[in-house]
């Protein structure tokens, strides 16, 4: 007995199709990964790239929840984007920019709620607890912003 394995007449073109996808979800991931990552070192006292790289305990933990709760937006958008890929890629844009929005307001907000000084929080050589304070609400309200996006 012999099996053959066929594949579909459209199989090279969907395959196409997909890879493409992929990397225009991929370059829309990234942009609104780096924006993301602007708004809140452009929005936290300090300048948080030049404070990672000095290896500031806490400027690590603070971006580093940051940047994961800006990824939880940008899945999520895009995930729940259209069907089709021209619509799928702009509302995937236009949810993600409004996800990173609403999330760095928010932060903001609870940042200035619970008084803590960020500033000096991020800037401290040493551990400060109030960075997982501030790194918890990064990574809460990215989960609240991306399932309000679903």
Do not use: C, H
């Given at each position: 007995m012999?099996t053959?394995?066929?594949?579909s007449?459209t199989?090279?073109?969907?395959?196409?199709?997909?890879?493409?996808a992929?990397?225009?979800?991929?370059?829309?991931?990234l942009?609104?990964?780096?924006?993301?990552?602007?708004?809140?070192d452009?929005?936290?006292?300090g300048?948080?790239?030049?404070?990672?790289?000095?290896?500031?305990?806490?400027?690590v933990?603070?971006t580093?929840?940051?940047?994961?709760?800006?990824?939880?937006?940008?899945?999520v958008?895009?995930?729940?984007?259209a069907s089709?890929l021209?619509?799928g890629?702009?509302?995937?844009?236009v949810?993600?920019l409004l996800?990173?929005?609403?999330?760095?307001l928010?932060?903001r907000?609870?940042e200035?709620?619970?008084?803590i000084?960020v500033?000096s929080?991020?800037?401290?050589?040493?551990?400060a607890?109030?960075?997982v304070?501030?790194a918890?609400a990064h990574?809460a309200l990215?989960l609240?912003?991306?399932v309000?996006?679903?």
């Open positions: 012999t053959t394995l066929a594949l007449d199989f090279g073109s969907d395959l196409v199709k997909g890879i493409g992929i990397l225009l979800y991929g370059v829309i991931g942009l609104l990964m780096l924006l993301g990552f602007y708004a809140i452009w929005t936290t006292p300048k948080l790239s030049d404070l990672v790289r000095r290896g500031l305990p806490n400027a933990i603070v580093a929840s940051g940047l994961l709760s800006m990824a939880f937006i940008v899945v958008a895009i995930f729940n984007s089709d021209t619509e890629l702009i509302t995937s844009l949810y993600g996800g990173i929005v609403v999330q760095v928010a932060v907000l609870l200035w709620a619970t008084r000084d500033g929080t991020i800037e401290s050589e040493k551990f607890p109030a960075s304070v501030v918890a990574l990215g609240v912003v991306a309000g996006i679903s």
